[in-house]
């Protein structure tokens, strides 16, 4: 009901209300129906455009609810998520989801993947509070901390939490606070559409009253007066600018999901032409969201990066490295580097090599050891027991008892893997006689294998993307919450420029005004925080960046939501992204981001070609609205014409406009102005000059018809008729700014056929039935007078064409 009302004070409705008031005060029935149901077809249209709700709190609530085993009074008790209140103790398994935040008090190997609010796929070591440990001192993110978050997961281990803080008050709960304080910026399209109808309703209006006053002054027909000026003020008014921009909106956001991007807010496909940044996460947007083998090395600079192929077999030199860490690995894998151990040996070698073989004991994680080891039963035929070990390299290291030139030269290796952006891990050996086995891993003879690089693979669609957006004029930033030197090697991969990375560390010390002078060079950020990516999206916006957000985790929500166009991944995506974002994409990939700003922008262009014909359909519309009250002719259009005009014929028409093609090189041109008006100064001139054209040879048939002595329903409908004519005529002329009319025929457009096709079945309708020839007051036309409409139109479409030859540079908008 209030966007019902809102549409209410449009001055377009205002002016169909009245005269079908007028009508229907004239006991003109038919009359006063036909315009109100254009009004009512107006509300309808505007009412289900804009009649979206938000759905991110509701998302939020659900996210933020799931089971939870609580102890009570002793006993262990699974309740829902919400039920969990400060001061329980709640249990965490493998593949818990967290029901709160809260210290822990017991953690036996626990690992936990934050890539919810963090956006990083790497999971998390745990560690058990100390009573310095106080709750909310620790940020969801980096190993060894005592704290988790609600909505996260356990991959790995077990363990006791104290609840300290829950809804609102928890990581998560800040985020949708966050969420709920933003506004969303009212489309930019809207907005100026709006203002150029108000513009041409005072300046219809002005008209308007001052003809119907001569009219009645000078004729005194005080009721032709005002249906005449009732009609000038409709003629004056674009009120078909909303329509199209909804016809635009709705046709574009299905050939964007064509492209599989799901559009969900109209309004962003108007600024995807114009987006200058791209600011886009890393995990799961840029590279894959799962951990990958990506480097294999052996003391002494044996070097193996795997083939991404599937079951690729591995040089003889390093299958025992790899087979040790799927030793050291879960039998059936749950955090992320177990699975990518698994994924790079053939499952059927694996499988058959431990088929028959069990864990007999495993050593978790401890502080002052980074490394875990399984023992296995001894292989068939053999009486010794197998052990793997996996762990940070100098751990492995320390457990190999390397020598220093070795441990030198373990160091130097995982150094190199590290700047290259990938997490290293050692992997080692052993054989023991058999029980009983020793209290601690240290206690093993192992034997160094080698390191193991893994890392987030990069999307292979990505670089190519990045290059399109170069092209486009787009800028690409990447903001992650990773560490630089990964940040820095995902970018090079990328093709994005590295050369300076800021961290979330150096931006906490930034006021707003020193960040918005950073951000205009700096194209990777770093250790960021999710109120850092809101601060860095906003300090885009203030330096007058056009910004498209993309992410997939909660922590991106705020940023999505702030972002002029947010675009959230649709498979990996989480619902809260989804709902804060404006466009989704639906197969995740990167790469139909660039597509969507192609389609954006070749929607932006036709609906300037569809705005400069409307603007040139007016001129002869009002024109001819206009000149029988100023120079005393009979009255030819009244409001039902002219809204039949404005509210069915030209927007049928403008359908063809948002079905061409893109101009050529549509990608290879910068972003335009984000201040640049739709409705620019070269537009409104070509749009003039072409009404005015169209105008003048309409008014000369109409001036033709008087002069033969045709009766005022005849002269209307060879009016009318020339008019339609001309209207095509516009249309041919418009479908492109510099090519010519016959050029442009050559360009696929379907919708072209079917507008010509409804048009012709239009005017057979009006001019030939008689109930409909009834209605619009038309009297029937001789054949020569049906064939002189035609050749209007084509006179117009020869002199437009001249014109638009001749000054093509200045009145090109």
């Given at each position: 009901?209030?966007?019902?009302?809102?549409v209410?004070?449009e001055?377009m409705?205002?002016l169909?209300?009245g005269?079908?008031?007028?009508?229907?005060?004239?006991?003109?029935l038919t009359?006063?129906?036909?315009?109100?149901?254009?009004?009512?077809?107006?509300?309808?249209?505007t009412?289900v455009?804009?009649?979206?709700?938000e759905?991110?709190l509701?998302a939020?609530?659900d996210?933020?609810?799931?089971?939870a085993?609580?102890?009570?009074?002793?006993m262990?008790?699974?309740i829902?998520?919400?039920e969990v209140v400060r001061g329980?103790i709640v249990?965490?398994?493998e593949?818990?989801?967290?029901?709160?935040d809260?210290?822990?008090?017991?953690?036996?190997?626990?690992q936990?993947d934050?890539?919810?609010?963090?956006?990083?796929?790497?999971?998390v070591r745990?560690?058990a509070a100390t009573?310095e440990?106080r709750p909310?001192?620790?940020?969801?993110?980096?190993d060894?901390?005592p704290?988790v978050f609600?909505?996260?997961l356990v991959v790995?281990g077990?363990?006791?939490f104290l609840?300290?803080?829950t809804?609102?008050r928890s990581?998560?709960g800040?985020?949708?606070?966050s969420?709920e304080?933003?506004?969303?910026?009212?489309?930019?399209l809207?907005r100026?559409?709006?203002r150029?109808v108000r513009?041409f309703?005072?300046?219809?209006g002005?008209v308007?009253?001052l003809?119907?006053?001569l009219?009645?002054?000078l004729?005194g027909?005080?009721?032709d007066?005002?249906?005449?000026?009732?009609a000038l003020g409709m003629?004056?008014?674009p009120?078909?600018f909303?329509?199209v921009?909804t016809?635009f909106?709705a046709m574009g956001?299905?050939?964007i999901?064509r492209?599989?991007?799901?559009?969900?807010r109209?309004?962003?496909?108007e600024?995807?032409?114009?987006a200058t940044?791209?600011?886009?996460d890393?995990t799961g947007?840029?590279?894959?969201?799962?951990?990958?083998?990506?480097e294999?090395r052996?003391i002494?600079g044996?070097?193996?990066?795997?083939?991404?192929?599937?079951?690729?077999?591995?040089?003889?030199?390093?299958?025992?490295?790899?087979l040790g860490g799927?030793?050291a690995?879960?039998?059936e894998?749950?955090?992320p580097?177990d699975k990518?151990?698994?994924?790079?040996l053939?499952?059927?070698?694996t499988m058959?090599r431990r088929?028959?073989?069990a864990?007999v004991?495993s050593y978790g994680?401890?502080a002052d050891?980074?490394?875990i080891?399984?023992?296995?039963?001894?292989p068939a035929g053999?009486a010794?027991?197998?052990v793997?070990?996996?762990?940070?390299?100098e751990?492995i290291a320390?457990?190999?008892?390397?020598?220093?030139?070795a441990?030198d030269?373990?160091?130097g290796?995982?150094d190199?893997?590290?700047?290259d952006?990938?997490r290293?891990?050692?992997?080692a050996?052993a054989?023991h006689?058999g029980?009983?086995l020793?209290?601690?891993?240290?206690?093993f003879?192992f034997e160094f294998?080698g390191l193991v690089g893994?890392?987030?693979p990069?999307r292979p669609?990505?670089p190519?993307?990045?290059a399109?957006?170069?092209a486009?004029?787009?800028r690409?930033?990447?903001i992650t919450?990773?560490?630089p030197?990964?940040?820095r090697a995902i970018a090079?991969?990328?093709?994005?420029?590295?050369?300076t990375v800021?961290?979330?560390e150096?931006l906490a010390?930034?006021?707003?005004?020193e960040l918005a002078?950073?951000?205009?060079?700096t194209d990777?950020?770093?250790?960021?925080?999710?109120?850092?990516?809101l601060?860095?999206?906003?300090?885009?916006?203030?330096?007058?960046?056009?910004?498209?957000?993309t992410g997939d985790?909660v922590?991106?929500a705020?940023s999505?939501?702030a972002?002029?166009?947010?675009?959230?991944?649709?498979g990996?995506?989480?619902?809260?992204?989804?709902?804060a974002?404006?466009i989704?994409l639906?197969?995740d990939?990167f790469?139909?981001?660039?597509?969507?700003?192609r389609?954006g922008?070749?929607i932006?262009?036709?609906?300037r070609?569809?705005i400069?014909?409307?603007?040139?359909v007016?001129?002869?519309?009002?024109?001819l609205a206009l000149?029988p009250?100023?120079f005393?002719?009979p009255i030819l259009?009244?409001?039902?014409?002219?809204?039949?005009l404005e509210m069915?014929?030209?927007p049928?028409c403008a359908l063809?406009f948002?079905a061409?093609?893109e101009?050529?090189?549509?990608?290879?041109r910068?972003?335009?102005?984000?201040d640049?008006?739709?409705?620019?100064?070269?537009?409104?001139?070509?749009g003039?000059?072409?009404?005015l054209?169209?105008?003048?040879?309409?008014?000369?048939?109409?001036?033709f018809?008087l002069?033969r002595?045709l009766?005022?329903?005849a002269?209307?409908?060879?009016?009318?008729?020339?008019?339609?004519?001309s209207i095509?005529s516009?249309?041919?002329?418009?479908?492109s700014?510099?090519?010519s009319?016959l050029t442009a025929l050559?360009?696929p457009n379907?919708?072209?056929?079917?507008v010509?096709?409804?048009?012709?079945?239009i005017?057979a309708?009006?001019?030939l039935?008689p109930?409909?020839?009834?209605?619009f007051?038309f009297?029937t036309?001789?054949?020569?007078?049906?064939?002189?409409?035609p050749?209007?139109?084509l006179v117009?479409l020869?002199?437009?064409e001249?014109?638009k030859h001749?000054?093509r540079?200045?009145?090109?908008?």
């Amino acid at each position: 009901m209030r966007i019902a009302f809102e549409v209410l004070r449009e001055p377009m409705l205002a002016l169909l209300l009245g005269g079908g008031v007028l009508y229907l005060a004239l006991g003109e029935l038919t009359d006063a129906v036909v315009l109100l149901a254009f009004a009512m077809m107006s509300i309808v249209l505007t009412t289900v455009q804009e009649s979206r709700t938000e759905r991110v709190l509701e998302a939020l609530r659900d996210l933020t609810s799931p089971r939870a085993l609580v102890i009570r009074d002793g006993m262990r008790r699974r309740i829902a998520g919400r039920e969990v209140v400060r001061g329980d103790i709640v249990v965490l398994s493998e593949g818990d989801r967290v029901a709160a935040d809260g210290l822990l008090m017991q953690a036996t190997d626990l690992q936990v993947d934050e890539s919810l609010l963090t956006g990083e796929s790497v999971p998390v070591r745990k560690r058990a509070a100390t009573p310095e440990d106080r709750p909310g001192s620790a940020r969801p993110g980096g190993d060894g901390l005592p704290s988790v978050f609600s909505g996260t997961l356990v991959v790995r281990g077990a363990g006791l939490f104290l609840v300290s803080s829950t809804g609102p008050r928890s990581e998560i709960g800040r985020i949708g606070r966050s969420l709920e304080a933003l506004e969303v910026e009212p489309p930019r399209l809207q907005r100026q559409t709006r203002r150029i109808v108000r513009v041409f309703a005072a300046a219809g209006g002005a008209v308007s009253i001052l003809a119907v006053l001569l009219y009645g002054a000078l004729r005194g027909g005080w009721l032709d007066a005002v249906l005449g000026g009732i009609a000038l003020g409709m003629s004056m008014l674009p009120e078909e600018f909303p329509v199209v921009l909804t016809i635009f909106m709705a046709m574009g956001a299905w050939r964007i999901s064509r492209a599989r991007v799901l559009t969900r807010r109209a309004a962003a496909i108007e600024t995807l032409g114009s987006a200058t940044v791209l600011c886009t996460d890393k995990t799961g947007t840029l590279t894959e969201n799962r951990m990958a083998i990506a480097e294999l090395r052996l003391i002494g600079g044996a070097i193996h990066r795997p083939d991404p192929l599937p079951d690729a077999p591995l040089p003889a030199g390093f299958q025992e490295l790899a087979l040790g860490g799927v030793l050291a690995s879960a039998r059936e894998p749950f955090d992320p580097m177990d699975k990518a151990f698994h994924a790079l040996l053939p499952g059927q070698e694996t499988m058959h090599r431990r088929d028959d073989r069990a864990v007999v004991r495993s050593y978790g994680l401890r502080a002052d050891l980074l490394a875990i080891s399984q023992v296995w039963s001894p292989p068939a035929g053999e009486a010794a027991l197998v052990v793997a070990a996996k762990g940070a390299p100098e751990a492995i290291a320390a457990l190999c008892r390397l020598d220093p030139a070795a441990r030198d030269e373990v160091a130097g290796m995982a150094d190199a893997m590290a700047a290259d952006g990938l997490r290293v891990l050692g992997v080692a050996r052993a054989t023991h006689a058999g029980p009983p086995l020793p209290d601690s891993q240290r206690d093993f003879a192992f034997e160094f294998l080698g390191l193991v690089g893994l890392s987030d693979p990069i999307r292979p669609s990505v670089p190519a993307a990045v290059a399109r957006c170069r092209a486009a004029g787009i800028r690409v930033v990447m903001i992650t919450g990773d560490y630089p030197s990964t940040a820095r090697a995902i970018a090079r991969q990328a093709g994005l420029a590295a050369g300076t990375v800021m961290t979330g560390e150096a931006l906490a010390t930034m006021d707003d005004s020193e960040l918005a002078l950073r951000v205009r060079d700096t194209d990777v950020f770093a250790r960021i925080m999710p109120e850092q990516k809101l601060r860095i999206v906003q300090a885009l916006k203030a330096g007058g960046e056009v910004v498209a957000m993309t992410g997939d985790g909660v922590n991106d929500a705020p940023s999505l939501k702030a972002a002029h166009i947010g675009i959230a991944m649709g498979g990996r995506g989480t619902d809260v992204a989804r709902e804060a974002s404006s466009i989704v994409l639906l197969d995740d990939d990167f790469g139909s981001i660039v597509e969507s700003v192609r389609l954006g922008r070749r929607i932006y262009d036709n609906l300037r070609k569809a705005i400069g014909f409307i603007f040139a359909v007016h001129v002869p519309v009002a024109g001819l609205a206009l000149l029988p009250l100023v120079f005393g002719l009979p009255i030819l259009f009244g409001p039902m014409h002219i809204a039949f005009l404005e509210m069915v014929v030209d927007p049928v028409c403008a359908l063809v406009f948002e079905a061409e093609t893109e101009e050529e090189g549509v990608m290879r041109r910068p972003p335009r102005a984000p201040d640049a008006p739709l409705f620019s100064r070269g537009l409104v001139v070509w749009g003039l000059v072409q009404g005015l054209v169209a105008l003048a040879l309409v008014a000369a048939v109409c001036l033709f018809a008087l002069r033969r002595g045709l009766p005022d329903d005849a002269v209307r409908a060879l009016t009318f008729y020339a008019l339609v004519m001309s209207i095509v005529s516009l249309i041919l002329i418009n479908r492109s700014f510099s090519a010519s009319p016959l050029t442009a025929l050559r360009r696929p457009n379907p919708a072209l056929a079917w507008v010509m096709l409804a048009v012709a079945a239009i005017l057979a309708l009006i001019l030939l039935w008689p109930v409909a020839r009834g209605l619009f007051r038309f009297a029937t036309l001789s054949p020569i007078e049906l064939l002189l409409a035609p050749v209007t139109g084509l006179v117009v479409l020869g002199a437009l064409e001249a014109i638009k030859h001749s000054a093509r540079g200045r009145l090109r908008p």
